[in-house]
Every structure is written in structure tokens, then in C-alpha cells.
Nanobody, 122 residues
Framework: QVHLAESGGGLVQPGGSLRLSCAASGIISGIYYMAWFRQAPGKQRELVARITPGSSTNYADSVKGRFTISRDNAKNNAKNTMYLEMNSLKSEDTAVYYC????????????WGQGTQVTVSS
């Protein structure tokens, strides 16, 4: 059974940094497409960044140059981890951040974590 668990959220001042982690179990994440989404209060969920099994990446324009997505791939069905390094954080980055995974595509995702809150405020 696939399970995704985010961690690393918290309160940070504008201009600060955070590193989110997504621990994936029950899948061989090296062959899965994975992504980070976020949802701010009163807004729709939006894609932040995504990564292919071969580690090609794609970012929302709003985070390009500030956020970096990466992954550790295990060679067996063990726990694997995806990361989101967030720098130069702005108040508009405040949201619940979710990780997602899918075996076949990076357009839609079948598996989701519970989310971790990121608050950027002075």
C-alpha cells in the first residue's frame, strides 16, 4: 500500500529557507512521477514542482529560481524520499504543502500525503 508522509513545515520569516521532505513507502519511487503541490486559504491547490523518474524537473513560474525539487531513489521497495528546498521565502508562499505520486504520468496523481503547513511571516 502506498503511503506518502510530508515533514519539515513550520514558521519562517520572509527571506528565510525551509526544506520539506516526503517519505514514500510501499512503492519503488524511482519509477514514480512525484510532485509538490500547495494550497493557500481560499485558493485552489496549485502545482509547485514535479520530478520524473529520471529526475527531470518542472517548476511553477512563481517559484523558479527559489525552490528546488529532488529525490533519493532506492533500488528496492524501501522507503524513498523526495525533497523541496525552499529559499527566499515570501508571504505568498504560505500554504499547506502536499506531496503526490503517480506511476504513469506527471499530469495527474493517484497518491497524496496529508500535507505540512508552511507559514512565512515576520
Amino acid at each position: 500500500q502506498v503511503h506518502l508522509a510530508e515533514s519539515g513545515g513550520g514558521l519562517v520569516q520572509p527571506g528565510g529557507s525551509l526544506r520539506l521532505s516526503c517519505a514514500a513507502s510501499g512503492i519503488i519511487s524511482g519509477i514514480y512521477y512525484m510532485a509538490w503541490f500547495r494550497q493557500a486559504p481560499g485558493k485552489q491547490r496549485e502545482l509547485v514542482a514535479r520530478i520524473t523518474p529520471g529526475s527531470s524537473t518542472n517548476y511553477a513560474d512563481s517559484v523558479k529560481g527559489r525552490f528546488t525539487i529532488s529525490r533519493d531513489n532506492a533500488k528496492n521497495n524501501a522507503k524513498n524520499t523526495m525533497y523541496l528546498e525552499m529559499n527566499s521565502l515570501k508571504s505568498e508562499d504560505t500554504a499547506v504543502y502536499y506531496c503526490a505520486a503517480d506511476q504513469w504520468t506527471w499530469e495527474t496523481y493517484n497518491y497524496w500525503g496529508q500535507g505540512t503547513q508552511v507559514t512565512v511571516s515576520s
